[in-house]
C-alpha cells in the first residue's frame, strides 16, 4: 500500500493495484455527512469542482439499481458529465456504485464505494474507486485528482456547521391515493395535456392561466397557478422535469419553484420557509382497475415534518378534487 499525501486533510493511499482510497476526517455525523453525498439540494453546494464551475444537472434515484447523474459546466461553457448506477445501499454506512464519465477518462467504468465511521461525533469519510486496470489507476493520480477533490472537501467542512441544526428533522414523504371514475388513458391526459392541466392545476382560490408541457423524458414543463384577487392575484410557476416515463404507468419528475422563465427560484425569497423543498422527487403512478375506473398515486419526497406538509397535502387533495371534477365532463 502506498500513501501517496496530497495535503494534511486528505489522506491518498493505493490499497491495491487498480484501487485509490481517499480517507478525510469530518467534523459532523455520520448522518448529516451520509445526506451531503445523497440529496442532490446538498449535493450541488459542494461538489462543484475548480472556482467558477456550477453544477446544474444532479440527479440521484437512491435506490439499489437507481441510477444518478451528474452535470458541471464550467465558466466558458464546457460541460463535463457523469453517472452510474447503484450496486448496494447501506444507509447510512455505505453506498457502492458504478461511475463513467461522457469523456471516459477513466479507461472504461470504474466501481466506487462510499464508506463512513462515525466516532464521537465525527465522521471518517473512505471514497474508494476501484479502475478497470493498473495503467488506468496510476494516471488517474497524474491528474491531481486529490487535490481537487480536498476542494470540495474544504467547502464540506464550511457548510457543515450551517447544517447541522437540520439533521435531526422528521422527513415524511406524502403520499395520497386516488381513485377517478376514469379510464387510465383520461387520467393520464390530465397530466401530460397542457389545457387538462390547467383545469386542476392549484388548490381552491387558484386558477392556472398557463402550462407549457414539454411532456418527455428530459423535458421540462412549466406551470403557472393564479392566486384570487382576494388572495393577492399573484402567479406562481413550477417546473416539471422528467426523469423516468413509462406510458400509462408511471411519471417520475424532479418539482421546483421558478419564475416565469422556468429558471429556479428561491423558496426563501418567494416566501417560503427555508426548510421548503428544492428538486424535490415526485412520482405519479397509474393502475388500471377495470370498469372505466384508475387508481393513481402521487408521491412527493422528502417533506420535512411541519405546517408545509400539512399544507401542501390539502393542496394536492383540493387539485385532485379539480381533477376529478372534470371527468365528470364530456372529453
Known sequence: MMNTGASKALQVTTPSDREIAMTRVFDAPRRLVFDAWTKPELVKQWLLGPPGWTMPVCEIDLR???RYRFVWRGPDGTEM???GVHREIVVPERVVNTQLFDQDWTGGETIGTLLLVERD???TVTNSVLYSSKEARDNALKTGMADGVEMGYQRLDK?????KNTVNVERRDLVVIRVFDAPVERVWKAWTDPQQVMQWWGPNCFTSPSAQMDFREGGTSLVCMRAS???GGQDFYSTWAYTKIVPMRSIEYIHNLADNNGQKADPVKLGMPPDFPRDQRHLVTFKDLGNGKTETTVT?????VGKMLQLSELGLNQCLDKMAATFAKPM
Open 64 to 66: 439499489v439499481g437507481g
Open 81 to 83: 458529465g457523469m453517472g
Open 121 to 123: 461525533g465525527k465522521t
Open 159 to 163: 457548510l457543515f456547521p450551517l447544517w
Open 229 to 231: 384577487k382576494e388572495f
Open 300 to 304: 412527493e419526497f422528502g417533506w420535512c
